[in-house]
Structures are given as structure tokens and as C-alpha cells.
């Protein structure tokens, strides 16, 4: 299978209000998709749909061959889905709450032991199988919440922000599980609104109002989403240079960065700002903060090309 995740044109409404807008994705097995965006952006709603707890309104897709309309409860069935509030069990133990998911997925008690101890090993929970998960940390909530979402050992893997309210330490390990899943051609999509987790993944998909921006490596969308060259200049007096550069012709956007201006110039105006400035700013790289800026500031028509859009 070349895609384990197709749509097309996918949309949700509630009532009059579309909250996921004409969505096109192509994702495939050992992908790391993150979806990122605003409040609201329709991140949680596209995994709903494509989970198959959510109908969609209009357009089409399929999950690991297994269409979204037709055929939700086949797709339930073969996906590990974490919501954005962790569905554990606090007054149970961390193994009343594994022996709990592998019984919504039937598995066979010879294989429930196997596995249960294996998610212990993989959510680095040994030693802490009868505590109550209430008296858990965090970091550790979250890793037990991954371990019960894929303990049926699905080949797609849904994440919605797992990563919010954990220590940067937790979050660092929860990213290598994931990293090593993918590595075993599982197909991973996580919703975040971390973008050093974003450009750790092989694909990011922007959403904004519904609408899926742009899908692509991150390298690739800084490269090619943000029109025209980036600039650092350090001066004595950012401010008033800002306000000066800001109406000149050009000059794209300007934002001031602690003593630094960020300038985002049009590719031949270079040699007049440097006459201007009497020095030579320096290129630097987007951020995927820029990407998504220059993203949602596009019009109708001018649409990012991604490498896996498809139509
Ligand atoms: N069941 C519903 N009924 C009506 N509106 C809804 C429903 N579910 C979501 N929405 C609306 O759809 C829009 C998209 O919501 P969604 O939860 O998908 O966003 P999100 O990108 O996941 O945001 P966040 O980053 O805050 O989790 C929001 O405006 C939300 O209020
Ligand atoms: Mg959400």
C-alpha cells in the first residue's frame, strides 16, 4: 500500500459553520505527520473523521484501504486513537488499566500478557504497575496513555497534542517511542502546538480555519513557503529602524527579535538595503513560526504546491 491515509477534499460542517474545509492528505506507512495550527484550526476534528468516530460531511478517503464512509468500524478497529484528554482510568492501577484496553480489543490472554508487559517496558512503567494513576506523574500519564492507545499493535497510530503539559524532559521520550514506532512502518499523525516536536516529524501538515495550508517536509516549507529571503540585522536602536523599514518598497514584513530586526525582503532589493544600512544583514533560516505566517497570509489562488496535496 503506498498511502495508509487518503483523502479527498474532506470536509466536516456543524450546522452552518465548516470547521474542517476540502482537506487532501496522502500519508504514508512510517510517516510522522504533525498537524499543526491555531484554537480551532480543525486539527482535532480532521483525526475524528479520520478515525471514523466522526461522519464526515462532504468528500472522501480511507484509512488503510478501509473507506471512511463506508466502512468506520472496520477502521476503529485497526487504529490506536489518544484523545486530547488522556482516556485513562485514575482509580485503576497502570495494569488494570492495560488489562482494560486489551480487552476492548479482545486480545487472547496469552498474547494480553505479552503485550501488557511489553507497553510496561515501552512507557518505562516497571517497577510501577500497581500504583493508581491518579498518583502518577504526568510524563508518566501521558506514556501509559500511548501504551493502552496501542496496545492492539495498530499500523496507524492518532495523537491529539499528547505532548501539552508535560515537562520537556517527558516529552523528549515520548517523541523516540513514537520515532521508533514510525521506524517499524507504523503511520503516525500528532497534533501539536510544539514546533521543535513539528520539525522533528517527516511531514507537517498546516491547518488555519478549516483549511489545510500546505503539507510537506519541513525543510521543503521553509524553503519554498516563504517568499522572498530572510534577514537578521543587529542596529543600536531596532525601533526606530523598524518603523523606517516598514513602508519601504520590498520589504515584505519586518519584526523586531530582542536587539535584532527579522526583514523579509524581495530577492533584488538587497543591494539598496545594504547601501542603506551601510552593512551587510545576514540570511537566516525561516522558523515554521515565518512558514505559517507566510502561509496564512496567502491568497486564493496562490496556493502552496505541495509534494503531497494531490487532487
Ligand atoms: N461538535 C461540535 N459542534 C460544533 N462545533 C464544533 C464541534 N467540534 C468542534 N467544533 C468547532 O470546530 C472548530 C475546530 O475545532 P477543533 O477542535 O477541530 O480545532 P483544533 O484545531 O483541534 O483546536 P485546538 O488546538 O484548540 O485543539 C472550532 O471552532 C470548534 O469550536
Ligand atoms: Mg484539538
Redesign the pocket.
Known amino acids: 500500500m503506498e498511502y495508509s491515509i487518503v483523502t479527498h477534499n474532506l470536509s466536516?460542517k456543524?450546522?452552518s459553520?465548516t470547521?474542517?474545509d476540502k482537506i487532501n492528505l496522502n500519508i504514508r506507512p512510517g510517516d510522522i505527520c504533525a498537524?499543526l495550527?491555531?484554537?480551532?484550526?480543525?486539527?482535532?476534528?480532521?483525526?475524528?473523521m479520520l478515525c471514523g468516530i466522526l461522519k464526515p460531511s462532504a468528500g472522501s478517503g480511507s484509512v488503510l484501504g478501509y473507506d471512511l464512509l463506508r466502512n468506520p468500524e472496520k477502521i476503529k478497529e485497526n487504529l490506536g486513537y489518544m484523545s486530547?484528554k488522556f482516556s485513562l482510568y485514575y482509580d485503576l492501577t497502570v495494569r488494570e488499566n492495560l488489562n482494560f484496553y486489551a480487552g476492548i480489543y479482545s486480545l487472547a490472554s496469552k498474547r494480553r500478557h505479552q503485550k501488557i508487559e511489553e507497553m510496561i517496558n515501552l512507557a518505562d512503567l516497571a517497577g510501577r504497575e500497581d500504583q493508581l494513576v491518579a498518583n502518577l506523574s504526568q510524563g508518566f500519564k501521558q506514556r501509559l496513555a500511548l501504551s493502552c492507545a496501542i496496545i492492539s499493535d495498530p499500523q496507524v497510530i492518532f495523537l491529539?497534542?499528547p505532548t501539552s503539559g508535560v515537562s520537556p524532559a517527558a516529552r523528549r521520550s515520548f517523541f523516540n517511542i513514537i520515532q521508533e514506532l514510525a521506524n517499524q512502518g507504523k503511520t503516525i499523525i500528532i497534533?501539536t502546538?510544539f514546533m521543535d516536536e513539528a520539525e522533528r516529524c517527516g511531514q507537517i501538515a498546516f491547518?488555519n480555519q478549516?483549511q489545510l495550508l500546505a503539507l510537506d517536509h519541513p525543510a521543503q516549507l521553509k524553503k519554498h513557503a516563504v517568499p522572498g529571503k530572510l534577514y537578521r540585522i543587529e542596529v543600536e536602536d531596532p525601533i526606530r529602524l523598524l518603523n523606517k523599514l516598514r513602508h519601504w518598497p520590498g520589504i515584505k514584513e519586518v519584526s523586531l527579535h530582542g536587539r535584532s530586526l527579522h526583514i523579509l525582503l524581495e530577492e533584488d532589493r538587497l543591494a539598496i538595503l545594504k547601501k542603506y544600512l551601510g552593512t551587510e544583514p545576514k540570511v537566516i533560516e525561516p522558523t515554521l513560526e515565518d512558514v505559517f505566517m507566510a502561509l496564512a497570509k496567502r491568497k486564493e489562488g496562490e496556493r502552496y504546491e505541495s509534494n503531497y496535496l494531490g487532487n
Not at 495550527?37 to 475524528?48: H, L, S, V, W
Request: positive net charge.
Open positions: 466536516k456543524f450546522g459553520f470547521a474542517v498537524f495550527g491555531p484554537n480551532g484550526a480543525g486539527k482535532t476534528t480532521a483525526i475524528r486530547q491529539d497534542e497534533s502546538h491547518f478549516g
